[in-house]
Nanobody
Framework: QVQLVESGGGSVQAGESLTLTCKIS????????MAWHRRQPGNQRELVAT???????QYSDDVAGRFTISRNKTRREMYLRLDELKPEDTGVYYC?????????WGQGTQVTVSA
């Protein structure tokens, strides 16, 4: 069974930083697409940052230049560094891993940014 567990969320002031961690129960050495998504209050889930097929990094326009995705294949962990946080970054952040027709999600971690 594939499991993903996020951690690192919290409540911060605007301008501060957080680092989210996703522990993944499967190997990251193959060409899996790994990503961070978020659900802002009242909105649909949106893609924030991704390793496309394990290699190409992409960011949404909202977070490019402020967020950084990274990973440690040996530890089976993926990270999202959130810098220069804004109140509109508030939401639940999810990590995902996908290959073939399969996609798996974590339970999410809450990030709250106050002005």
């Amino acid at each position: 069974q594939v499991q993903l567990v996020e951690s690192g969320g919290g409540s911060v002031q605007a301008g501060e930083s957080l680092t989210l961690t996703c522990k993944i129960s499967v190997s990251l050495y193959s060409r899996k697409t790994m990503a961070w998504h978020r659900r802002q209050p009242g909105n649909q889930r949106e893609l924030v940052a991704t390793y496309v097929q394990g290699e190409t990094v992409q960011y949404s326009d909202d977070v490019a230049g402020r967020f950084t995705i990274s990973r440690n294949k040996t530890r089976r962990e993926m990270y999202l560094r959130l810098d220069e946080l804004k109140p509109e970054d508030t939401g639940v952040y999810y990590c995902t891993v996908a290959w073939g027709m399969q996609e798996y999600w974590g339970q999410g971690t809450q990030v709250t940014v106050s002005a």
